[in-house]
């Protein structure tokens, strides 16, 4: 059966990127080059898979005003457009990318929502009866924080595997409960030490990361930058080696890693091919500014070069290099 591949964004954003050599704070800058993308983590997440070959539709909400950005990208990817226009202007984030590929964000605010809204979003998903549904991003004013749970719990519940990429409360009030527990979540370093209550090594890392697996999650990735990510499953973990590659734009990385995710689920992979196929689609990001990733041929062969080792391997070789 094909998937019903469905991404939800609620609090999507333009992303302004402007190029700099070095960010020093207090100075003019003057910029190397500037752009602007249609952005959200759900929308990035959609525009990979496309790019990968998996039909996909966006839902969610975006501003009237300002559409036409967000319009362009699933027209000229085929990304079945099923966003909810709402009244106003979808906000603008500023990217402050440098040479090295470091990246200060500046966040504006988003549109204000209400439950009424929600509603309309839901009957949207109704209607496509999602059995792969992503739920991706921040939650704008106006929308309680047991929104993301509430959404996974109702759709883990008609059979849907859910995959998602929030943090802080949301992220709490979802793993609080076993009926909204995700199939697959995707935290970083910081959101999973938040959720601890503080910070956490390499070994509290899949500490914890192994609690949430034991507390029903089929599949916990914590992603680790420039230290790769750890992949914590039912039967094993396993930690991939971020691959070095000339970065252009740091933005959207994590978001293209979950359409890795995703990519791994729809084709039945196993813990190997998905740390692979995850970390490759996060590397093929770094090459290009915008929600893109390169042909499929080229992230194919990214993940062969990816290493991976055990979870337990890697934990101990940090400890012994410190």
Known sequence: MTERIVTVTLNPAIDLTVGVDVLRPGETHRARAAGSNPGGKGVNVASCLSDWGAPVTA???LGAENAALFESLFTDKGIKDAMTRLPGATRVNIKLAERDGRTTDVNLPGLSTAQDDLAGVRAVLERLSPSLLVLAGSLPEGLPGGTWADLSAEWRARGA???MDVSEGPLALALAGPR???HVLKPNRDELSILAGGALDDIGLLRQARLIRAGGVALTVVSL?????????PDEALHAEALQVDALSSVGAGDAMVAGLAAALVEGADLDRTARLATAFAAGKLRVVGPHLPPREVIEGL???VKIKSADAWVGAQDDAA
Do not use: M, T
């Open 59 to 61: 839902a969610g909400f």
């Open 225 to 233: 930058g420039a230290g790769g990510a750890l992949f914590v499953g």
């Open 303 to 305: 993940a062969e070069q």
């Open 161 to 163: 595997r859910v995959i």
């Open 180 to 182: 909204s527990r995700p």
